[in-house]
């Protein structure tokens, strides 16, 4: 197969590629949130964030941000994982939305 081709690759192995670079919001077991780049998916679930910010909040209840760069994220360590979208991917996805509840109040009726 040659580099960069993905004709023959699994459609779980497609979807994550169409993800790469996207930016992503890990919320981690302890609270702390992590933002960054997607980078890397391995087989156990571990995400590699790129260009990350970890945001926490401290004690007095502050918020602090700083850059930590190249991050893994282990499976086990990760509560929420989100994918930050633009608000014309927002609006295409309640078009779609919207789109299929007729197809699905006819389906009850």
Same mark, same amino acid.
């Given at each position: 197969? =040659?580099?960069? %081709?993905? =004709?023959?690759c #699994?459609? %779980?192995? $497609?979807n &994550?590629?169409?993800? @790469?670079y $996207?930016?992503? $919001?890990?919320?981690m077991? %302890?609270?702390?949130?992590l933002e960054? !780049?997607?980078?890397c @998916? !391995?087989?156990?679930g571990?995400?590699?964030? %790129?260009?990350?910010?970890?945001? =926490?909040?401290t =004690?007095s209840g502050?918020?602090e941000? $700083?850059?930590?760069? @190249?991050?893994?994220? #282990?499976?086990?360590?990760q509560?929420?994982?989100?994918?930050?979208t633009t608000?014309?991917?927002?609006?295409s996805l309640?078009?779609i939305m919207?789109?299929r509840?007729?197809?699905?109040a006819?389906? &009850?009726a």
């Amino acid at each position: 197969m =040659a580099q960069g %081709s993905c =004709a023959d690759c #699994p459609e %779980s192995v $497609r979807n &994550v590629r169409g993800l @790469l670079y $996207r930016r992503f $919001r890990v919320t981690m077991v %302890s609270g702390r949130v992590l933002e960054g !780049d997607f980078t890397c @998916l !391995d087989k156990q679930g571990n995400i590699v964030l %790129s260009n990350t910010y970890e945001q =926490a909040t401290t =004690a007095s209840g502050a918020r602090e941000e $700083r850059h930590m760069g @190249l991050v893994l994220v #282990p499976f086990d360590q990760q509560a929420k994982v989100e994918l930050q979208t633009t608000l014309d991917e927002e609006v295409s996805l309640l078009k779609i939305m919207d789109e299929r509840q007729p197809a699905q109040a006819q389906k &009850v009726a």
